[in-house]
């Protein structure tokens, strides 16, 4: 099987076996061996912070995830599913990913309505009203209130079933508008799709009997719920380099290859003592080096590091 570059840069990069002949430059060959030596006395030190396996398996694993997050996204914004749940933690690309998708689809937002922050049942009422037709999107994106309210969650569990009529109902005297000012109806049928993208672990949740536990699993069992799996340290490096390395991202932040390099390399370096470990640290990286190009990494040092 032929070895792949990102692995192997990343393997090279924090000390660990990789089966391949990469060529490595003296700059490279000096920050694998620097590193290998952190690596090692933090082992020898009793730190369990970082696991000395092959990443490529994380690698692998991550990206299964995303791909199969690829296919079922696509199936809920084209209607041919009902409801798909995203848990992952903050930073890793999760909305960024599925922002793209949305707009693909509905450039011009006639369809979709994306909705962020706190959200009260009759505000979540209102939304699934105007995304009741079939070919219609409701997307949740850090909306975690909907989660902690029984009302909004009997709501979402009427709304994501999988029964043929979906109706909803609104018992209340409260007269609940559209955004053009136009009266609501107490009961309606929802034929619309819904994403919701949280930082919650409902499987985590459950296993801790939160007091929700049963309706988090009426939603899972109505939903596609993927879950990316990302719990260490050692799993947000590799998905950074997953994401930093891609053309994709020199051309959206306007940087050549030096600059990843060198933001790679003082991530792989500090992963264990940054202060948030994600995608937005690239950036942020990025920011202070385009602020200072000679001394940015003293700036990072004290911004970003614990």
Not at 258 to 278: C, F, G, K, P
Request: charged fraction near 30%.
């Amino acid at each position: 099987m032929t070895p792949n570059p990102k692995i192997g840069r990343l393997a090279r990069s924090i000390g660990q076996p990789w089966k391949g002949n990469p060529v490595i430059n003296s700059k490279e060959a000096q920050s694998r061996d620097n590193v290998r030596r952190r690596v090692n006395r933090a082992a020898q030190s009793g730190n369990n912070v970082v696991s000395l396996h092959d990443d490529s398996e994380i690698f692998n694993r991550i990206e299964s995830r995303f791909r199969i997050l690829d296919k079922l996204s696509d199936s809920v914004i084209s209607g041919k599913s009902n409801a798909l749940i995203l848990s992952g933690p903050p930073g890793v690309g999760k909305s960024h990913l599925l922002e793209k998708k949305v707009a693909k689809y509905d450039p011009n937002a006639i369809n979709v309505n994306v909705s962020k922050g706190y959200i009260r049942t009759t505000a979540l009422y209102r939304i699934l009203w105007e995304c009741r037709e079939k070919g219609q999107l409701a997307v949740f994106d850090d909306a975690d209130s909907v989660f902690g309210d029984l009302n909004s969650l009997n709501l979402l569990k009427s709304a994501l079933d999988t029964g043929k009529n979906r109706v909803l109902t609104y018992g209340s005297d409260y007269v609940i508008t559209d955004s053009q000012g136009r009266k609501v109806p107490n009961k309606f049928e929802f034929s619309g799709s819904a994403i919701f993208i949280t930082n919650y672990d409902f499987d985590a949740l459950i296993e801790k009997k939160h007091k929700f536990s049963e309706h988090f699993k009426a939603l899972m069992s109505r939903s596609h719920y993927v879950t990316l799996g990302m719990r260490t340290p050692r799993d947000y490096l590799v998905r950074i380099h997953q994401v930093v390395e891609t053309p994709e991202f020199a051309e959206e932040h306007e940087v050549d290859s030096q600059t990843i390099e060198e933001i790679l390399e003082y991530i792989d370096h500090n992963y264990d003592r940054m202060r948030e470990l994600s995608i937005r640290s690239a950036k942020k990286l990025i920011d202070l080096r385009e602020t200072d190009p000679d001394g940015w990494q003293e700036l990072a040092d004290l911004t970003c590091l614990i």
